[in-house]
């Protein structure tokens, strides 16, 4: 599926609804899928190593979630790399896809081939997802390096 194709979700209730039941659908943050499906695979950042999937994070719920609200666990996946546009690529854009996962990344993230592109995330699915999970009481703070070693070099 070419991107210009591609729909795109506006509310996060929206994606809680795609991702209900099902355990073969991820979050991917780059250019988006016609660039991706070009090569098939990531690359390590850090070292250049090819990778055997592109790599992505999981966004069904596991079951030690309980009966846990899917809506905060869904928030959390996409919280965790909204940094990425920022720091990586301002082009970069959260997408759900299919596949099936064939091994993990340096980062212990899914390599996922065998890619179904199936929809965009809109920039108000993230906001609301940023919103309810600093809503919540704990700590908690992006996968962010960058600003991880921001912080140590203070």
């Known amino acids: 599926m070419s991107t210009t194709r591609m729909a795109s979700l506006s509310r996060l209730d929206d994606l809680v609804r795609l991702v209900a039941g099902r355990h073969d ?20 950042d850090l070292t ?3 990778l055997p999937g592109l790599s992505a994070s999981p966004l069904g719920v596991e079951d030690w979630w309980g009966e846990r609200p899917a809506r905060l666990w869904i928030a959390r996946r996409l919280y965790d790399y909204c940094h990425l546009p920022r720091l990586k690529d301002p082009g970069t854009r959260p997408w759900v896809l299919c596949g099936r996962e064939v091994g ?12 179904e592109p199936l929809v965009w995330i809109g920039d ?12 919540q009481p704990g700590r908690w703070g992006t996968l962010d390096r960058h600003g991880a070693r921001e912080q140590r070099q203070r």
């Open 25 to 44: 659908l991820y979050v991917r943050w780059s250019r988006g899928p016609d660039p991706d499906l070009r090569s098939t695979s990531s690359s390590d």
């Open 48 to 50: 250049g190593v090819r």
């Open 104 to 115: 993990r990344g340096p980062d212990n993230e899914p390599l996922v081939a065998d890619v």
């Open 124 to 135: 108000d699915v993230i906001t609301e997802a940023v919103h309810l999970v600093e809503q």
